[in-house]
């Protein structure tokens, strides 16, 4: 199945400043806006908010 342009892969950076990344998929009927979810950062060592990178 070939993969359609409604879930398009997004990159999450740190908002600590750490330059930690996490890759994912987000909906975009659902979330039309920036993502940003609450993650484990290794470098902090703690949970912080990762924010969608265009």
Request: hydrophobic content about 30%.
């Amino acid at each position: 199945m070939a993969r359609s342009t409604a879930r398009p892969v997004v990159k999450l950076k740190s908002t600590a400043g750490t330059g930690v990344t996490y890759v994912t998929r987000k909906n975009r009927q659902n979330d039309p806006d920036r993502l940003i979810l609450r993650k484990y950062d290794r470098v902090a060592g703690e949970h912080v908010l990762f924010r969608e990178e265009r």
